[in-house]
């Protein structure tokens, strides 16, 4: 029912829009048009019978899902408020709800394998691990305890005492019982029916439904071999500019030489937990006291940096951005992965803070929904080329604002770029050429200072949530090429603020809606 309403309501939708005359509408509302009518067309080619049945039958990953997202959420330090009374009797009743889920889940998943749809071993095997790491939490270490080790002013002692008997109760009697329903469907009856091969192209329809979603993330029209070609020429040229940085820094051996010195030496491991936080903290203040120079509005926004929790960090990236509230009273939060410290390096923290932070997803994701002058689908909506495309041309910043001067410094924003050069080769290798897991660690590992932890998270993460790490470098690649195209053909009326204004303040843009957005506004400038 819930496919098939919304299958219909994004057909009637499409049928309303084609109605109006879009010359008639004024420039913010023909771009409204043109978004709407590409996401609803996009979102209805994923309702159609060739396409679902291969989605809805995999309902959660390591990756992805509700089983990872829900605990943070639920937790007191998330998205969900816990100001009133009401909101702790609200987050009960979300219990239940979340229990219900989990149970349908595996119903889908033996959907799946009565249709022959199913994931893969290693996948099934992260979430049986996730699975267990939650449930040896005793549970008031849990993070469903948490909101009731912070109650606020207001809440008298005895719906305290009711409370924390209640949260512990749905956690050691539904929570947990759920949790461990699922784990052991994943261990006993889903794994033995799992697929041993990685790649979409091992899974039944999985072919078409890799190139729908390549054409979905990237949001142009790019084939799986195109990706793959111009992946293999970016991670040439990337190479080339690593050479000059080992060349600069006096460095003897070869690049992969170079790479592991990078990767072991003790100079450039974090020393601390603590002393990595500090170092996150002076890369912000040193990147706040150059924002106004590129950027003529600043989100009201406020930004925070935080480790990431240890129930969650040894499946994290290295790290993430988790937005904020458009009325300024939750901050947006920028993660870093702390797990593993003798895995992690310090020459890619500027080049981290810039993607993650600001004026990377915290700039654009902010001055979006701050903009109440859009639609709340512009405001609070986006695609994967646009959001994660911005945030990696935001690294390219760190050029102008002089923190690559530093060559190790450099080298990270290098690498880091090479790590989306190296996912339009992976990630199409491992869906539409037959790649392994270790194949693709062991090319990412020859080809950047990527420690062996990143890389197997990195390469376990396409495996994934297939075509998603396509978007960063396509994305930023549209960017940079309307830049460049910017400033040739405006010469001395070019202003990167009133460039980062035309690209931000709109809202996340279809990348060929965006093109056409910028050569209206280069033509406007042009002609004043």
Known sequence: EYY????????????????????????????????????RSDTLRGYQPDLLPLTRVRPMNHFYGIHTFYPTFASGKGGAPFNTLQDYENNLKRHKDFVT???????????????????????????IEQLTTQLKQKPENSPYFGPVKQFPDGISAADRTRLTQQYRAAITGEIYPALTRVRDFLRTEYLPAAREGVGLMYMKGGDQLYRYLVKSTTTLDMTPEQIHDLGLSEVARIRAEM??????????????????????????????????????????????AEL????????????????????????????????????????????????????RTTPGMTTLYLHEGAPGHH???????????????????????YVEGWALYAETLGYDMGFYKDPYQRMGTLDDEMLRAMRLVVDTGIHSKGWTRNQAIKYMLDNSSMGRTDATAEVERYIAIPSQALAYKVGALTIQRLR????????????????????????????SVLEQKIDRWVAERKAS
């Not at 120079?293 to 993430?320: H, N, Q, V």
């Open 4 to 39: 098939a309403a919304e299958k219909g309501a994004a057909e009637q939708e499409l049928a309303i829009l084609a109605q109006i005359d879009r010359s008639v509408l004024n420039p913010t509302d023909q771009l409204a048009y043109d978004v709407f009518r590409f996401d």
């Open 101 to 127: 889920y989990l149970d349908r889940t595996i119903g889908r998943w033996r959907e799946g394998m009565a249709a022959g749809v199913v994931d893969t071993k290693l996948t099934v095997r992260n979430m």
């Open 292 to 343: 106004p120079r590129y950027f003529s509005t600043l989100p009201k926004a406020k930004l925070e940096i935080r480790p990431y929790e240890p129930f969650r960090e040894k499946f994290e990236a290295g790290g993430s951005y988790s937005q904020g509230t458009p009325d300024g009273s939750r901050p947006g939060i920028f993660y870093f992965n702390a797990y593993d410290l003798p895995s």
């Open 363 to 385: 700039f654009q994701i902010s001055l979006a929904q701050e903009n109440e002058a859009l639609p709340p689908f512009m405001r609070f909506g986006g695609n994967t080329a």
């Open 484 to 511: 460049n195209k910017a400033e040739a053909e405006l010469g001395d009326k070019f202003d990167i603020r009133d460039f980062h204004a035309q690209v931000l303040m709109t809202g996340a843009l279809p990348l």
């Open 243 to 288: 050479e000059k940085v080992r060349q600069e820094v006096g460095f003897k051996g070869t690049l992969p030489q170079f790479f592991n010195y990078l990767r072991t030496d003790a100079k450039f491991k974090p020393k601390s937990r603590e002393a990595l936080t500090q170092g996150y903290y002076d890369i912000g203040k040193k990147v706040d």
